[in-house]
């Protein structure tokens, strides 16, 4: 079965640290794009960060940048995104995905986990 989990979501404070991962069963994450999402209530799902399938090639939206750092686990089949400096406008429930591409739109992508919350508040 083609599946995805996510993990590693919770509750810090601001300025703290979370680190989620996305592991795949059924499949092979190296071969494809693979991207993380995040949706908070009353807003469209967003693209947050990706990287690609072919060279590695990272992604991430502006309020992110040097904040998030993507990266994959071959061992693990698990792609991680490392999330420091956490902000409230964090706040969301954040899902991973394998796709094709481009790397923020959403119907790019055809296989999803279920999601996990990420909370940040003091």
């Known amino acids: 079965q083609v599946q995805l989990v996510e993990s590693g979501g919770g509750s810090v404070q601001p300025g703290g640290s979370l680190r989620l991962s996305c592991t795949g069963s059924?499949?092979?994450?190296?071969?494809?794009?693979i991207g993380w999402f995040r949706q908070a209530p009353g807003k469209e799902r967003e693209g947050v960060s990706a990287?690609?399938?072919?060279?590695?090639?990272?992604f991430y939206i502006d309020s992110v940048k040097g904040r998030f750092t993507i990266s994959r686990d071959y061992a693990k089949n698990t792609v991680n995104l490392q999330m420091n400096s956490l902000k409230p406008d964090d706040t969301a429930v954040y899902y991973c995905?394998?796709?094709?591409?481009?790397?923020?739109?959403?119907?790019?992508?055809?296989?999803w986990g279920r999601g996990t919350q990420v909370t940040v508040s003091s």
């Open positions: 059924g499949f092979i994450l190296d071969d494809y794009l």
């Open positions: 995905a394998a796709g094709s591409g481009p790397p923020f739109v959403v119907g790019a992508y055809h296989v």
């Open positions: 990287i690609s399938g072919s060279d590695d090639s990272t």
